[in-house]
């Protein structure tokens, strides 16, 4: 059983920068798919950034040139680097990742407000 654990997240500026983590309980090497989703309230969940396991990478249109996703297969951990904040990126983050089946974490907050 795979097991994704979510941290990093918190209450940050507009402006500012915050580094989510998710700490797989196992290898990551196997994971096709790495990926970040989020869900502001009212909304639906959205696609943030994803990387395949040969390094292609996908970013929504709203967080190109500000978020930076990794993965560090020695680590067994992704990251997802967030710069620039505004307000509406304020959501809960969900780490997934893909492997025989799709993984989610429990999320993490993030509050971008002055």
């Known amino acids: 059983q795979v097991q994704l654990v979510e941290s990093g997240g918190g209450l940050v500026q507009p402006g500012g920068s915050l580094r989510l983590s998710c700490a797989a309980s196992g290898s990551i090497f196997r994971f096709k798919v790495m990926g970040w989703y989020r869900q502001a309230p009212g909304k639906q969940r959205e696609l943030v950034a994803e990387i395949g396991s040969g390094g292609t990478i996908y970013y929504a249109d709203s967080v190109k040139g500000r978020f930076t996703i990794s993965r560090d297969n020695a680590e067994n951990t992704g990251y997802l680097q967030m710069n620039s904040l505004k307000s509406e990126d304020t959501a809960v983050y969900y780490c997934?990742?893909?492997?025989?089946?799709?993984?989610w974490g429990q999320g993490t907050q993030v509050t971008v407000s002055s």
């Open positions: 997934c990742a893909l492997a025989a089946t799709w993984y």
